[in-house]
């Protein structure tokens, strides 16, 4: 199986301050690779895929980028409504993983 | 839009068979999508569990050890998960989503395996 492996595991910033979330695959899954967002009692939504696509309505704050084996999510401006758990997936082959998430907390 | 909505029997006891089905709503199930069934155990991470293409092709995980079966019903709109011989480690809010990118979620139900 291919592990995705998240970092930090924990991270603290500020609103209006930029986030950098990162995953990283124990072998090429090329860009097929999604990031979700996910609150306290409400199922994931998906932010990115194909490594750097948004995905229908979520704002242009939110970016991916990478390829390969490491990719990452930043957001530019964090909002109060961003703090949240923060998931990567692959879909390069089967079985699909996740990676651990990064908790996004509020400075 | 297209929505995803989950039912199953909330209890089941340890070895029993645990059956889920997701009603799509919206959309057909028919259509040139992957549909496939997450869990996430409580206060844990998210576990994919299996997929199935449009054209019936179906993936497992693993770890899974050959106990899940998914399919479609054309006639009813639905998307079925059956699980055997659950275990403690099998209780889990399991979610219905759509695609390979998993961009359609379900709000998931909730199954606790207890005696």
């Known amino acids: 199986d291919i592990v995705m492996t998240q970092s930090p595991a924990t991270l603290s910033v500020s609103p209006g301050d930029r986030a950098t979330l990162s995953c990283r695959a124990s072998?090429?899954?090329?860009?097929?690779l999604a990031w979700y967002q996910q609150k306290p009692g409400q199922a994931p939504r998906l932010l990115i895929y194909?490594?750097?696509t948004r995905a229908t309505g979520v704002p242009a704050r939110f970016s991916g980028s990478g390829s390969g084996t490491d990719f990452t999510l930043t957001i530019s401006s964090l909002q109060s409504e961003d703090f949240a758990v923060y998931y990567c997936?692959?879909?390069?082959?089967?079985?699909?993983?996740f990676g651990r998430g990064t908790k996004l907390e509020m400075k | 839009q297209v929505q995803l909505q989950e039912s199953g029997p909330g209890l089941v006891k340890p070895s029993g068979t645990l059956s889920l089905t997701c009603v799509v709503s919206?959309?057909?199930?028919?259509?040139?999508?992957?549909w496939s069934w997450v869990r996430q155990s409580p206060g844990k991470g998210l576990e994919w569990i299996a997929e199935?293409?449009?054209?019936?092709?179906?993936y497992y995980n693993p770890s899974l050890e050959n106990r899940a079966t998914i399919s479609i019903d054309k006639s009813t709109n639905q998307l079925s998960l059956r699980l055997t011989s659950v275990i403690d480690a099998d209780t889990a809010v399991y979610y219905c989503?759509?695609?390979?990118?998993?961009?359609?979620w379900g709000q998931g139900t909730m199954v606790t395996v207890s005696s």
């Open positions: 989503v759509r695609e390979q990118w998993l961009d359609i």
């Open positions: 919206g959309g057909s199930i028919s259509s040139s999508h992957w």
């Open positions: 199935i293409s449009h054209t019936g092709s179906t």
């Open positions: 072998q090429s899954v090329i860009n097929y």
């Open positions: 194909g490594a750097s």
């Open positions: 997936q692959h879909y390069y082959y089967w079985p699909r993983t």
